[in-house]
């Protein structure tokens, strides 16, 4: 039985991949978008439980795609974690949780984990 279903979005296909592996192999369904522009159509599709995104891709980037995930999207409601090389500030996003790369997959799947069990996952 799948925990949840998690959309990845990243520009690094080896990021991708590593995320849908490790989360896979902890029952997670993960859908996978490689920009911004990809994501919004999966998300205009399909309901997830949990969006992971990168903030610099081309197309359509992250802080955009966060702009929209809120504005136009079924997935309003869904929980965000951003990872990105990009460094946070105070008050820079509101987002679930914020990794920011190089990153310990063991940490951001416990982030997964928590998140989605506060949200009844």
């Not at 995104?53 to 702009?67: F, S």
């Amino acid at each position: 039985m799948k925990k949840g279903k998690i959309l990845c979005v990243d520009d690094e296909k080896n990021i991708c991949r590593l995320l849908k592996v490790n989360l896979e192999a902890e029952g997670y369904s993960v859908d996978i978008a490689f920009n911004g522009e990809e994501a919004l159509k999966r998300l205009k599709e399909k309901r997830y439980d949990l969006i992971i995104t990168d903030l610099l891709m081309p197309k359509l980037d992250g802080w955009e795609l966060l702009k929209r995930i809120k504005s136009e999207t079924k997935n309003k409601n869904a929980p965000v974690i951003v990872l990105s090389v990009v460094k946070k500030e105070k008050n820079f996003l509101e987002v679930d949780a914020y990794l920011v790369k190089p990153f310990d997959i063991k940490r951001l799947s416990q982030e997964v984990k928590t998140i989605l069990e506060s949200k009844n996952v």
